[in-house]
């Protein structure tokens, strides 16, 4: 009679330790979906926005003009009227080499929201050269320059 | 005995803990997921009508320039802002967004026809055309036979801008000769955004003036706004559609007992354009059959003109000096009228056109950068679900 009471008690403790594999497995299985409210969807929308100003500037013949003139202020001032109030950004622009190009802070917004915010997009940007007027004649040289635009929502 | 009842307890309560767990835990977990699916359809869905909306032109091509549009128009087969004419990318053609303002004298699309055309019958949206900037005027005063203005120009967070390049137009009037309109050089906002400037006039005490003032920041994104003193507008609607200025009754049908100005002609058209140029239009004079019009009679559409290449010209307000003559005195007198090309679009107010969704947190957000006019705004487009 004792022996068949135990027997029945080990069969709930199985029954237990299943149902904690199965729900385990469950929300272990969980952590790998991806959801749209995941970084990355976020990130993706930000990439495209931060894309889309500086084709414009590029369009513009503006962009080549602020970053090989050294023309921080302005790019900080294109960037804050172009891109939407809640998203802060951070520029930075290197040689071929990685070497950053100039040490102005092209940057706006709360350095908080870098350092904390999981949701960052980064946009590569190249720039092959800027034309310069010498002697009534425009003159171009090769000098790559590779543009690093961070961006986050606020 | 006894221990085989605590066994059957600890087991009815340990099944039951499992029970509700498994159904209140595993349900929630897909309720998420399903949550999830749900907004990333939304995601993709909002995308989708946000390249509609600002990289297609629609079918026809041109439909927001059609002469007769009429309300809802069924000619519209297809809804897209983007110009026909610019190969670039999110340059909305200003005729077709003129087309989303409600209550536009010569007719609009209203929020069901767009839904209808973007295939959205269990969606709502809403499109939101922000300006870059803020210009405000500080003061405007007369001194002697000069003009002084004093502006801040800001960010959206109202942080000032550095550097803002501004360049004024003065607009006045006196007595019935004298229309002139003046531009001043260029001065750049200080570390405050601030901005101020002494523009001669060439006659003092002005019956009319205001000062129209263009700032561009950073070269890439430009406002132009102006100081108009507060009038009473009852002289004609003003509209621009493609190349054609056409003016409108503000009443629809015109009320034929309202006692009309008999004698109205129009001496003056200006356009100041986002380049910062201005073009003189027409100069009239009280003689004139094909410049004067009548406020109280006739049809609702009153005047019109074609200005080949005004479009090109990327016109963004337009200046208009009437000579009226009062029926009952018999005496004329002038009336500038200063317009936006594009009623409420252009301006620094946003433009919104649209529903409103029942609750924030179902919305989804997509913003870019856009040109109207060779004027850089920023278009966003709100979407969210609706129970069918």
Known sequence: MMRNGKKGQMRIIEAILASFIIIFALSFANIFVITPTSPKYEVTELQKLGYNVLHDLDEQALLARFIYNKEGDNITAALRVLLPLDVHFSMTVYDLQGIKTDNTAIFYGDTETFATSKNIASVTYGLVGYATKINDAYQATYEPRIVILQLARG | ?388
């Open chain 2, 1 to 388: 005995m006894v221990s085989a009842v605590y066994d059957h307890i600890i087991a009815i309560l340990v099944i039951g803990a499992m029970f509700v767990g498994a159904v209140v835990v595993l349900p929630t977990m897909s309720y998420i997921n399903l949550q999830a699916v749900d907004q990333q359809q939304l995601r993709n869905t909002a995308l989708n009508i946000f390249n509609a909306m600002l990289l297609n032109t629609g079918e026809p091509t041109n439909w927001g320039s059609i002469r007769d549009f009429q309300k809802n128009d069924q000619r519209v087969q297809r809804f897209g802002l983007a110009s026909a004419q610019e190969s670039t990318f999110f340059v909305l053609d200003p005729d077709k967004v003129q087309r989303l303002v409600v209550g536009n004298p010569l007719n609009y699309c209203d929020y069901n026809k767009v839904r209808e055309l973007l295939g959205l019958q269990n969606y709502g949206f809403r499109l939101r055309i922000i300006p870059p900037f803020n210009v405000t005027f500080l003061s405007v005063n007369l001194m002697g036979n000069s003009l002084y203005y004093k502006a801040r120009v800001s960010y959206l967070d109202e942080g000032p801008i550095p550097n803002a390049e501004a360049s004024a137009t003065v607009v006045c009037t006196e007595g019935k000769d004298y229309f002139n309109i003046n531009q001043s050089g260029t001065v750049k906002t200080d570390s405050m955004g601030i901005c101020e400037d002494i523009i001669p006039l060439g006659i003092s005490d002005p019956d009319f003036y205001t000062v129209i003032l263009r700032v561009t920041v950073a070269e890439v994104a430009t406002l132009i706004v102006t100081s108009t003193q507060t009038i009473n507008n009852t002289i004609a609607r003003i509209n621009i559609v493609y190349d054609t200025i056409i003016l409108t009754s503000w009443k629809d049908p015109p009320d034929y007992n309202f006692q009309p100005s008999e004698n109205v002609w129009i001496f003056d058209i200006a356009t100041f354009g986002s380049r910062g140029s201005l073009w003189k239009l027409l100069e009239g004079d009280e003689k004139g059959n094909d410049n004067m019009f009548n406020t109280g009679k006739g049809p609702f559409e009153r005047w019109f003109r074609d200005f080949v290449g005004l479009r090109a010209f990327q016109p963004v307000i337009l200046i208009f000096n009437f000579w009226a003559v009062d029926p009952m005195t018999g005496r004329g007198r002038h009336q500038v009228l200063i317009t936006m090309a594009y009623p409420e679009l252009l301006g620094t107010s946003i433009f919104e056109y649209g529903g409103l969704p029942y609750r924030d947190d179902a919305v989804v957000r997509i913003q870019r950068s856009v040109v109207i006019s060779g004027m850089t705004y920023t278009a966003e487009v709100w979407l969210w679900k609706e129970s069918p």
